[in-house]
């Protein structure tokens, strides 16, 4: 069964979403539609990184999927494919597939010829070039006959944490926010482990609070299971499941989560000092 997957920042109350799934069961009815989210904030491309690079992986090889998100039609910008790790990803050539694949090279890119010919109307890219190009793939077609392959595309780059040798400190910052309003860094494990060779310890400073432990689960911040209820609210470091260092309150939300108790903004910086 093909699979075509939706993200964008549509939201879920106008007609946007369901005039695109229309459009696909309108050419294949047989296809499998899957919702990422729709609820990305408007034009945020790192966001939409943050949530397709941890999403695409559990979908089987071949998937096609669609990024909505700032591809509102401009006859001055392409709309690209890239056939990468396996799968199709189809948005605006506006940056956003360079952030999901930062550190992996697409096997290809394709500048999307469909609707652009001079008399050809766009005028929602969603469902007038991203929606015929992804049933095509879907049916099993070739990129080729609904694109031309081109050598680059948009290049944004991703914020990076740096290592700072002479403060011997870690230089990151807030990429993402979830639904629980924990803090998503850009501080890989495997960076701090590398950075911190030779230091026992370290303290992880944002604002005016510190941390001095990272644990490896949110249940890990749990020690005594029959004391559970009394570890809620409890604030931690943890390593998520992308291997990013997060800052979390032990069963926290949107409104008592880390986001509100911390106050951190996306792009605020996260400091990890090693001694």
Same mark, same amino acid.
């Given at each position: 069964?093909? &699979?075509?997957?939706? !993200?964008?920042? @549509?939201?879920?109350?106008?007609?946007?979403?369901?005039?695109?799934? *229309? $459009?696909?069961?309108?050419?294949?009815?047989?296809?499998?539609?899957?919702?990422?989210?729709?609820?990305?904030?408007? =034009?945020?491309?790192?966001?939409?990184?943050? #949530?397709?690079?941890?999403?695409?992986?559990?979908? %089987?090889?071949?998937?096609?999927?669609?990024?909505?998100?700032?591809?509102?039609?401009?006859?001055?910008?392409?709309?690209?494919?890239?056939?990468?790790?396996?799968?199709?990803?189809?948005?605006?050539?506006?940056?956003?597939?360079?952030?999901?694949? @930062?550190?992996?090279? %697409?096997?290809?890119?394709?500048? &999307?010829?469909?609707?652009?010919?001079?008399?050809?109307?766009?005028? =929602?890219?969603?469902?007038?070039?991203?929606?015929?190009?992804?049933?095509?793939?879907?049916?099993?077609?070739?990129?080729?006959?609904?694109?031309?392959?081109?050598?680059?595309?948009?290049?944004?780059?991703? %914020?990076?944490?740096?290592?700072?040798?002479?403060?011997?400190?870690?230089?990151? /910052?807030? !990429?993402?926010?979830?639904? =629980?309003?924990? &803090?998503? $860094?850009?501080?890989?494990?495997?960076?701090?482990?590398?950075?911190?060779?030779?230091? /026992?310890? @370290? !303290? #992880?400073?944002?604002?005016?609070?510190?941390?001095?432990?990272?644990?490896?689960?949110?249940?890990?911040?749990?020690?005594?299971?029959?004391?559970?209820?009394?570890?809620? *609210?409890?604030?931690?470091?943890?390593?998520?499941?992308?291997?990013?260092? /997060?800052?979390?309150?032990? +069963?926290? $939300?949107? +409104?008592?989560?880390? +986001?509100?108790?911390? *106050?951190?903004?996306? *792009?605020?910086?996260?400091?990890?000092?090693?001694?």
């Amino acid at each position: 069964m093909s &699979i075509i997957t939706l !993200t964008s920042d @549509f939201g879920n109350l106008d007609y946007r979403v369901a005039a695109v799934k *229309g $459009s696909i069961l309108s050419l294949n009815q047989k296809v499998n539609i899957i919702d990422i989210t729709h609820d990305i904030q408007a =034009f945020n491309l790192v966001q939409t990184s943050y #949530i397709v690079r941890n999403a695409y992986k559990h979908f %089987p090889k071949n998937t096609v999927h669609i990024l909505s998100v700032d591809s509102f039609h401009n006859k001055s910008r392409k709309n690209i494919l890239y056939k990468a790790d396996g799968h199709y990803f189809i948005a605006a050539d506006n940056g956003l597939l360079s952030l999901v694949f @930062f550190d992996i090279k %697409p096997e290809a890119i394709y500048e &999307i010829t469909l609707n652009n010919r001079f008399d050809d109307i766009v005028n =929602f890219t969603s469902t007038d070039v991203f929606v015929p190009a992804a049933v095509h793939l879907a049916n099993g077609g070739l990129p080729e006959v609904i694109g031309r392959k081109i050598d680059s595309a948009k290049q944004l780059l991703f %914020p990076k944490p740096v290592f700072n040798d002479s403060e011997k400190m870690i230089i990151g /910052e807030v !990429t993402y926010i979830d639904n =629980f309003g924990n &803090i998503i $860094s850009n501080i890989s494990k495997d960076f701090f482990e590398s950075s911190g060779k030779g230091y /026992e310890n @370290f !303290t #992880i400073k944002f604002r005016n609070l510190s941390l001095s432990r990272i644990f490896s689960s949110h249940t890990e911040v749990v020690s005594d299971w029959e004391r559970e209820t009394e570890y809620h *609210g409890q604030s931690a470091a943890i390593f998520n499941d992308s291997q990013l260092l /997060e800052l979390t309150i032990y +069963k926290g $939300s949107k +409104k008592n989560g880390a +986001k509100s108790l911390f *106050g951190l903004n996306v *792009g605020e910086n996260i400091y990890i000092e090693f001694f």
